[in-house]
């Protein structure tokens, strides 16, 4: 029902797939890098933390280009993860990398929201640095 509130149509297929026979389950890890996949888990997690930690250093034109392109490469890698359940990869992990993309991703508005404000005319500041995620 949640698909199809997004544009699914109605007559697509979709189904879950489960209890594998052994022949399956043992080729299913082959199709997949799952060491690779909880290691960019866990390598762009932190890649987009220290982005964070460092990004009030960062000039509001500056910031804004480097979240917007590290924002959206971090989202687009959500969307084509193949989002394989436990053992094949580490929830734990995934899941806090999903939760540091929210956050990058909030704090990419926040830094966008800033720069329209500044563009606009709206008077937000009077330097153009970030300075605990506001402009100051």
């Not at 997004?6 to 026979?21: I, K, N, Q, S, Y």
């Not at 930690?53 to 971090?74: K, M, N, P, Q």
């Not at 995934?94 to 990419?108: A, C, L, Q, S």
Request: glycine share 6%.
């Amino acid at each position: 029902e949640r698909l199809q509130v997004l544009g699914l149509e109605p007559e697509a297929a979709v189904f879950t797939a489960a209890e594998f026979d052994e022949a399956r389950r043992q080729r299913i890890p082959q199709l997949w890098d799952t060491r690779a996949l909880n290691t960019y888990y866990q390598q762009e997690r932190e890649r987009l933390e220290d982005w964070m930690a460092d990004c009030e250093a960062l000039d509001i034109d500056t910031a804004a280009r480097e979240s917007y392109l590290l924002g959206g490469a971090a989202i687009r890698s959500l969307v084509f993860d193949p989002w394989l359940p436990a053992p094949w990869v580490d929830n734990q992990i995934r899941h806090r990398f999903v939760e540091t993309v929210k956050r990058f991703d909030e704090t990419g508005k926040s830094i966008w929201n800033q720069l329209y404000h500044m563009g606009a005319g709206m008077p937000l500041a009077t330097t153009t640095h970030l300075s605990a995620g506001v402009v100051q």
